[in-house]
């Protein structure tokens, strides 16, 4: 197993699975009644650094060690986790892609996250970067080398098919917003593409900038489609949208390329988030995108060497 085939194997896992698979469902947490002294016990004899706060299964804030000495300071041990916590909490959903936990550790720089149920906002588990590291190892454990090095043909589909050129075209429709559909249509494209026999780690590079493209959809328009052509010797797919447009695409291309922390680049991800990253997988890249109308994205992945 080269170290590429396992970048691009921890890349496809990062967008297939959900943040479910990877997070932690012990929780430890306080309600917003309990005492500053309760939270100090609790932290000192679990020996961690904050607590969710949860009322009626639902988080409601977060507490952390900062917040109880600025509480002992102001309000003393008796003073009311309710006075001390942060009501504003960034938390992830459970339905959400695993790339997306990824990407609030990188933005936020933060050990953990709660995670909660999109629709009810109650307290599901708690993911941090060693978790998500943990999973992704465990995942991979799963021995993918004998279909690497099984011989795949794709060609044969068109040999014996008599024209000068054919094509096989794919469109799948995307909605924007469908948070829980993030990556579906890309799903769907991959095993399509599997089944024709296409060679499984150009299949990977073509998920992957797929799946971004499906998200860039889904987060920023308000739908769009995927277009996706198998020809021969390549595979173009057009990621097409009415949505905004890119107002400075030189400045999406390299946005967050000398941000990402260590522990980001050891998965597979390097410099590549969004757009750099569908560049990084594919062979030839290009954006029309006009202001206010949208935006047509495409890449071409060569299935011949």
């Not at 932290?43 to 060690?65: C, E, M, Y």
């Not at 916590?85 to 953990?112: C, H, T, W």
């Not at 829980?180 to 494209?189: D, E, M, R, V, Y």
């Amino acid at each position: 197993m080269t170290d590429n085939l396992t970048s691009l194997r921890i890349q496809e896992l990062a967008y297939e699975l959900r943040i479910a698979d990877a997070m932690s469902t012990e929780v430890i947490s306080v309600e917003s009644d309990a005492t500053i002294m309760n939270v100090r016990e609790t932290l000192r004899d679990k020996r961690i650094s904050g607590l969710p706060v949860v009322d009626n299964h639902k988080l409601v804030g977060i507490i952390s060690i900062e917040n109880l000495l600025q509480s002992v300071i102001t309000s003393g041990i008796e003073g009311r986790v309710k006075d001390s916590m942060v009501s504003e909490v960034v938390s992830v959903n459970s339905d959400e892609p695993l790339i997306y936990a990824v990407r609030k550790f990188d933005q936020f720089g933060y050990g953990r996250f709660p995670v909660v149920k999109r629709d009810s906002g109650e307290l599901v588990g708690i993911i941090t970067k060693g978790d998500i590291v943990k999973c992704l190892l465990r995942k991979l454990e799963v021995n993918f080398h004998e279909e690497e090095i099984e011989k795949y043909r794709a060609s044969h589909i068109f040999e014996d098919i008599h024209s000068d050129h054919t094509t096989l075209t794919f469109q799948y429709k995307i909605k924007g917003g469908e948070y829980k559909s993030a990556g579906k249509q890309s799903g769907n494209l991959k095993v399509n593409l599997l089944r024709l026999g296409i060679t499984p780690t150009i299949v990977r590079r073509i998920a992957i900038a797929s799946c971004e493209a499906e998200m860039n959809i889904i987060i920023f328009t308000d739908g769009g489609e995927l277009i996706v052509a198998v020809e021969e010797d390549k595979i173009k797919v057009n990621a097409i949208d009415e949505g905004p447009g890119i107002a400075d695409v030189e400045k999406a291309m390299h946005e967050g390329y000398s941000t990402a922390p260590d522990w980001v680049r050891e998965l597979g991800f390097g410099a590549g988030m969004g757009l750099p990253n569908i560049k990084n997988c594919s062979d030839e890249m290009s954006i029309d995108t006009k202001l206010g109308k949208g935006t047509n994205l495409e890449f071409i992945v060569n299935t011949r060497t």
